[in-house]
């Protein structure tokens, strides 16, 4: 895997490795350093470009010569995040540079969204664009979800009435988390963002289905209505509170 960062302002780098002095460029590289170690990855090396206002790959050799030379290897080439390559480029030229990366979409991993290019939906694209800071504020939400799984199939003791209702709640706190990170982004966080974010990480509904905007106010109706029970004293026939 190749590290990559862009440049788009401060000075422009006098060699190959003025990088390490250069802030952006710095911190960029730094980043996916941490994550390729974390995601047990192997890197090949580091490029970086530095431009103002990019309109196509031929304003970005360093990324065209590392995307050319990671399909030969059958390797990647990783951003930190998609975003900050796409907001780079005036908003004019964002569709034609998009589509110059998306034909080496299987090359082009995003080390914030933890996916290839290729497997990036437009919606989660042009949210990202339109908010910068959002990859980060879902990771640090994402931490403190537990345990996220949708690929487990449910045993026969999950199929109980108790223990859907368990699964419901924390699938609802899930959705609640990303409510609160886009919100913190700068977001609305409808429920059509939400949807958007939940399907990108693969958290499904308790059919297995992907998320709507309508299923997941549903979902977190719900939890504020189970919620609004638990901390209310039930009654007994005879118009007692139960303890």
Same mark, same amino acid.
């Given at each position: 895997?190749?590290?990559?960062?862009?440049?788009?302002?401060?000075?422009?780098?006098?060699?190959?490795?003025?990088?390490?002095?250069?802030?952006?460029?710095?911190?960029?590289?730094?980043?996916?350093?941490?994550?390729?170690?974390?995601?047990?990855?192997?890197?090949?090396?580091?490029?970086?470009?530095?431009?103002?206002?990019?309109?196509?790959?031929?304003?970005?050799?360093?990324?065209?010569?590392?995307?050319?030379?990671?399909?030969?290897?059958?390797?990647?080439?990783?951003?930190?995040?998609?975003?900050?390559?796409?907001?780079?480029?005036?908003?004019?030229?964002?569709?034609?540079?998009?589509?110059?990366?998306?034909?080496?979409?299987?090359?082009?991993?995003?080390?914030?969204?933890?996916?290839?290019?290729?497997?990036?939906?437009?919606?989660?694209?042009?949210?990202?664009?339109?908010?910068?800071?959002?990859?980060?504020?879902?990771?640090?939400?994402?931490?403190?979800?537990?345990? /996220?799984?949708?690929?487990? *199939?449910?045993?026969?003791? +999950?199929? $109980? %009435? =108790? &223990?859907? !209702?368990?699964?419901?709640?924390?699938?609802?706190?899930?959705?609640?988390?990303?409510?609160?990170?886009?919100?913190?982004?700068?977001?609305?966080?409808?429920?059509?963002?939400?949807?958007?974010?939940?399907? /990108?990480?693969?958290?499904? *509904?308790?059919?297995?289905? +992907?998320? $709507? %905007? =309508? &299923?997941? !106010?549903?979902?977190?109706?719900?939890?504020?209505?189970?919620?609004?029970?638990?901390?209310?004293?039930?009654?007994?026939?005879?118009?007692?509170?139960?303890?």
């Amino acid at each position: 895997m190749i590290r990559y960062a862009l440049a788009t302002y401060g000075r422009r780098p006098s060699s190959s490795d003025a990088w390490k002095e250069h802030p952006e460029i710095w911190t960029q590289l730094v980043l996916t350093k941490v994550l390729a170690t974390k995601q047990g990855h192997e890197v090949l090396g580091v490029a970086f470009d530095y431009h103002r206002a990019p309109r196509t790959l031929a304003d970005l050799p360093q990324l065209r010569s590392a995307l050319t030379r990671a399909k030969q290897l059958r390797s990647c080439v990783m951003v930190d995040t998609l975003g900050r390559l796409l907001r780079a480029a005036a908003p004019a030229h964002r569709e034609a540079l998009l589509a110059e990366l998306r034909s080496f979409g299987e090359h082009l991993y995003c080390a914030q969204s933890k996916a290839r290019l290729r497997e990036i939906e437009d919606a989660w694209i042009s949210m990202l664009i339109d908010t910068p800071g959002l990859e980060r504020q879902l990771a640090h939400a994402s931490r403190k979800m537990t345990g /996220e799984n949708p690929k487990q *199939t449910e045993s026969a003791r +999950e199929r $109980s %009435g =108790a &223990t859907r !209702r368990v699964r419901s709640q924390k699938i609802a706190r899930q959705l609640d988390a990303i409510r609160t990170a886009l919100r913190a982004a700068g977001r609305n966080g409808t429920g059509e963002e939400i949807a958007v974010v939940a399907n /990108e990480r693969g958290l499904r *509904t308790q059919r297995g289905t +992907e998320w $709507s %905007g =309508a &299923t997941v !106010r549903q979902a977190l109706r719900n939890q504020h209505r189970a919620a609004s029970a638990a901390s209310s004293p039930s009654k007994n026939c005879m118009g007692e509170s139960c303890v």
